[in-house]
């Protein structure tokens, strides 16, 4: 079953802790992508990969890091957390060039920082 | 710059109506435009997505209507059912999809029994 899994789904840390949001897919895919979604504001592109080594900041990406070692995970890093950042959390990936333009999401991981 | 507005925020329709979710779009660039459907809890998916040289598609009860010339595309659901109730986002790219997506804000759509 093709799939995006995110873990932890839930999740509440105090301001400055770092944390790691795991993001794996099993579809082979190129690109990869995180995106936060808060009400009122819809999905908000945070950084998005094209390949392995490949990054490249979306619309919001102060806070945050990402890394992509390996074509299947793609993690997102915080590194010091603050209040602001209190959100729901999708990653996302899709093929490239014919092979499908469907982008397929995770289910999403609730992030609370106090 | 929001470049893809949606509207309205909420919609509430009875059973058996139809809903209808619009959406506008600056760049001319765009050429890939996707309704993404999201129930509670759950990431959003894709429900139907059409392409420029097209001004309809239809997938069951769900139908997008496409204005070039307006740049405006529309979701109407038909026969509307509380199984439909869910956040509705209207997305744009260029590049055939293969580019980055830009979303609406997203229509919380409730249908009532």
């Known amino acids: 079953e093709a799939q995006v899994t995110q873990n932890p789904r839930y999740l509440i840390t105090v301001t400055g802790k770092k944390l790691t949001v795991t993001c794996s897919q099993n579809?082979?895919?190129?690109?990869m992508s995180w995106y936060r979604q808060d009400p009122g504001l819809g999905l908000r592109q945070i950084y998005y990969?094209?390949?392995?080594?490949?990054?490249d900041k979306g619309d919001v990406p102060e806070g945050y890091k990402v890394s992509r070692k390996e074509k299947r995970n793609f993690p997102l890093i915080l590194e010091s957390p603050s209040p602001n950042q209190t959100s729901l959390y999708f990653c996302?990936?899709?093929?490239?060039?014919?092979?499908?333009?469907?982008?397929?999401f995770g289910e999403g991981s609730w992030l609370t920082v106090v | 710059q929001q470049q893809v507005k949606q509207s309205p925020q909420s919609l509430i329709v009875q059973k058996g109506g139809i809903s209808i979710i619009n959406c506008a779009y600056e760049?001319?660039?765009?050429?890939?435009f996707p309704w993404y459907q999201q129930f509670p809890g759950k990431g959003p998916a894709l429900l139907i997505a059409?392409?420029?040289?097209?001004s309809e598609k239809k997938e069951g009860r769900f139908t997008i209507s496409f204005n070039k010339s307006a740049k405006q595309f529309s979701l109407h659901i038909m026969d509307s059912q509380p199984g439909d109730s869910a956040t509705y986002f209207c997305?744009?790219?260029?590049?055939?999809?293969?580019?980055?997506?830009?979303f609406g804000k997203g229509t919380m759509l409730l249908v009532s029994p």
């Open positions: 996302a990936s899709r093929g490239v060039g014919g092979s499908g333009n469907t982008i397929y």
């Open positions: 579809m082979n895919h190129e690109y």
């Open positions: 990969s094209m390949n392995v080594e490949v990054t």
């Open positions: 760049n001319t660039a765009f050429d890939y």
């Open positions: 059409i392409r420029p040289d097209v």
């Open positions: 997305a744009a790219s260029p590049g055939g999809g293969y580019s980055t997506l830009t």
